[in-house]
């Protein structure tokens, strides 16, 4: 059973940047494609960026393209999301999530999610 566990989140000034480490223990996460995603208070959840399974091709919500990178690492089975120039916008509980389909998309289906991890932007 694949357990995720997002670590990396805190407190950062506009502008800011921070590594979110999503950690994946009970199975390899290159058999998985995974995504980051993230809820506000009040909103829904939304994808943010995700990984391919079959080639590592990247997919990025269009309010966090060009800032925010979505890498893996298959040693260390983690995956990563470099989040530069932070806005307040960005505050957020961000997850990681798993699915097993070949190919990623923002509105994937994931079968396994992490608990989360607290991001806030603001001076």
């Known amino acids: 059973q694949l357990q995720l566990v997002e670590s990396g989140g805190g407190l950062v000034q506009p502008g800011g940047s921070l590594r979110l480490s999503c950690a994946a223990s009970?199975?390899?996460?290159?058999?998985?494609?995974i995504g980051w995603f993230r809820q506000a208070p009040g909103k829904a959840r939304e994808g943010v960026s995700c990984?391919?399974?079959?080639?590592?091709?990247?997919f990025s919500a269009d309010s966090v393209k060009d800032r925010f990178t979505i890498s893996r690492d298959n040693a260390k089975n983690t995956v990563y999301l470099q989040m530069n120039s932070l806005k307040p916008e960005d505050t957020a509980v961000y997850y990681c999530?798993?699915?097993?389909?070949?190919?990623?998309?923002?509105?994937?289906?994931?079968?396994?999610w992490g608990q989360g991890t607290q991001v806030t932007v603001s001076s």
């Open positions: 999530a798993a699915t097993m389909a070949y190919r990623c998309a923002l509105r994937m289906n994931a079968q396994y």
């Open positions: 990984i391919s399974r079959i080639d590592d091709t990247t």
């Open positions: 009970g199975s390899t996460l290159n058999y998985y494609s």
